[in-house]
């Protein structure tokens, strides 16, 4: 990444989630918690200096023009599939591939994962405007998975459990879209 040219205007988020569906279609989520590191790397330029606009973006929130700390995680607690932000220099593949190894020990390859759907909606997530890339893969439900990073608990649900789960972001339409686009 060349750091001697920037955008002069705001640009969203890139993430990337990935459903991961057992032989028997039930899929891989996990809890949120407060884990999470309060400043991720992916907030790091090169050379692992913080960027103090992406900081100040992140603690306060501009209100007219008033200055208000920022909702911190609105997600902390519920549940979701494995999920991350991409960071310079990665492809969302790549991305999907670490997250999926960060938060559940999988190893996967790009290959193994297939995009099925792209959300843009603002209003996804109050505290920034996020392109999130979706794809699915396939894990045999005995493959030993781990939580990490910032997931506490990970679990095989059947989809007819769904309607009980608390899902952080749009993820239960991102799970329904899954079976119903792939």
């Known amino acids: 990444m060349n750091l001697m040219y920037a955008y002069a205007y705001p640009r ?3 993430t990337v989630t990935g459903v991961a569906l057992s032989e028997n279609d039930k899929i891989l989520i996990g809890k949120r918690t407060e884990k999470a590191n309060a400043f991720p790397s992916f907030w ?11 900081i100040m973006k992140h603690i306060y929130e501009v209100n007219g023009d008033e200055l208000r700390p920022a909702l911190g995680n609105p997600f902390l607690e519920k549940w ?23 938060e559940t020990g999988l190893t996967v390859l790009p290959s193994e994962l297939k995009i099925f759907e792209e959300y843009s909606d603002p209003e996804i997530d109050p505290r920034d405007h996020v392109v999130n890339n ?28 769904l309607d009980s789960i608390d899902f952080a972001f749009n993820h239960r339409q991102i799970i329904d879209d899954c079976f119903s686009l792939r």
Do not use: M, N, Q, S
Not at 143 to 152: E, F, K
């Open 134 to 161: 979706c794809y699915w893969l396939r894990v045999f439900e005995d493959t030993p998975v781990t939580p990490g990073d910032d997931i506490d608990e990970l679990k095989w649900v059947d989809r007819f459990e």
């Open 12 to 14: 969203p988020a890139v």
């Open 80 to 102: 979701l599939a494995g999920r991350g932000h991409v960071r310079p220099g990665e492809t969302c593949r790549e991305a999907l591939v670490r997250e999926l190894l960060e």
């Open 44 to 54: 790091c330029l090169p050379g692992g200096f913080l960027d103090a606009r992406i």
